[in-house]
């Protein structure tokens, strides 16, 4: 029988959010059918055991709050914060938040997929930065809907290439929020149309060449399996024949289209530009102790290289290979950390890659990417724990997945040796301590 405990006991937040859990519980394992979910406490028991490595686990010597995929919901953000204990909500215009005691002492890590869905996309960059500018420490982690924006307006007026050309288009439905927003708020009410070429033209610059499906199978195919490529060209077929019509349901023309890309170059782009330190301080993951932080997973080239060069290294390769080969990085192992779903169209995680992020000290990986109502999960792949942060937390989402409510949800690693897990959509905290599952206790439990 699972008994509870006091919040208080891990998390110091008194918050009035409404439907916050004031007790603690063991991690439940079998939650509901999600086949990734772990279902068993020999496996997980398994899969936490450190003594074929050597090195036990590790915990940060300061808490780590975890929040993920957030898409554009500055209320659900703001909600996440708060359920945190690090953060109040003073009201006041010029420093809305303040760091408590709490926040002083801990690690804001922001799981990516910052923007997309609506509906608040430039007021919800606006919070992380109000987050930042209280003095706290943010890490800011790279998800795929962040850098499809990235990669997006980078195209833009730029020479056009096979394996990139197509990335704006590709943003697809999802961004169309987005360009909106920049639209009301920055060229409705100027003279936008001021050196934007006609319709056509700009149609042209925006959308791949019409040759594009017949040559990008023999660009991709060195670094792209013959699953992947399949699966871009359906994709890029619906996205290329909807896109537009996307845009008019907006209100969009494609010259509106194309004066917001311009105009999203000179703010994420250019160091004064309001969002100019969004991309910048992004990177790719973040380790601490025996956790790693990334936004979708792993693969084995990318556990190789952790393994032999460390994270750092791999967050310089990250912007080193932005500025220098968009195609070279999107279709990468490293884009894995930010898009992999672990399908066969992806690149592969075997044993083998988490043997060696295991020899390196990485015993669970920390990540969002994959929404999960019910709170986040506990999954196993290849015999590597992955604490599952994304508890859909933008309304969109939520609604499609009959959520009522704001969303929030953050995931606390605490150095007393915990794993905290609070959402919106759970009535308890749970709790992972590793050392509760492990095979020595299990053994006695059962025979």
Known sequence: MLTTTSISTFVPTT??????????????LSEDSVHESVQNEKVLAKAVDTKAFNKGWVFPKRPILFIADAHADADAFYASLLATGGIE??????????????????????????????????????????LI??????????????????????????????????????????????????????LRASKWEKGIPDEKECRRRLFPADDWFEAFPSV????????????????????????????????????????????????FLSEKGEFGWFFHSMQLAYKKGSFLFVHA?????????????????????????LSQNLFGFYYSSLANTFRTKYRLADKPLTSAGVNSVKAAGIYALVRGHVSHLQGQKLS?????????????????????????????????????????AISADYPYAKVFNPKHYSLKNHASTHH
């Open 297 to 321: 997973g792993l693969d084995d080239q990318t556990c190789q290289d952790i393994a032999e060069n460390g994270i750092a290294q791999m967050n310089k390769r990250f912007h080193q290979q």
């Open 89 to 130: 909500i003073t009201g006041k215009k010029r420093k809305p938040l303040r760091l408590t005691h709490f926040g002083r002492s801990a690690v804001f890590v922001i799981g990516g997929d910052c923007l997309d869905k609506g509906p608040s996309n430039l007021q919800l960059l606006r919070a992380v930065k109000q």
């Open 380 to 420: 196993i792949r290849e015999g590597l724990l992955h604490i599952e942060g994304d508890v859909t937390l933008d309304r969109n989402s939520r609604h499609k997945g009959g959520a009522v409510g704001i969303g929030y949800g953050v995931t606390v690693i605490e150095p007393a040796g915990f794993v905290v």
């Open 133 to 186: 500018d209280t003095g706290a420490r943010v890490k800011i982690l790279a998800g795929n809907h962040d850098l499809r924006l990235l990669m997006g307006i980078l195209v833009i007026g730029e020479k056009r290439e096979t394996g990139s050309e197509h990335m704006f288009v590709r943003m697809g439905r999802k961004v169309i929020p987005l360009l909106a927003e920049v639209f009301d708020e920055y």
């Open 220 to 267: 991709a195919i060195s670094s792209i399996t013959p699953e992947g490529i399949a699966r871009e060209l359906k994709k890029m077929r619906s996205k290329v024949q909807k896109f537009e019509e996307y845009c008019e349901e907006s209100g969009l023309t494609m010259r509106q289209v194309y004066a917001v890309a311009l105009k999203c170059k000179s703010l």
């Open 15 to 28: 918050t009035p959010l409404p439907g916050f859990p004031r007790f603690c519980l063991k991690w439940p």
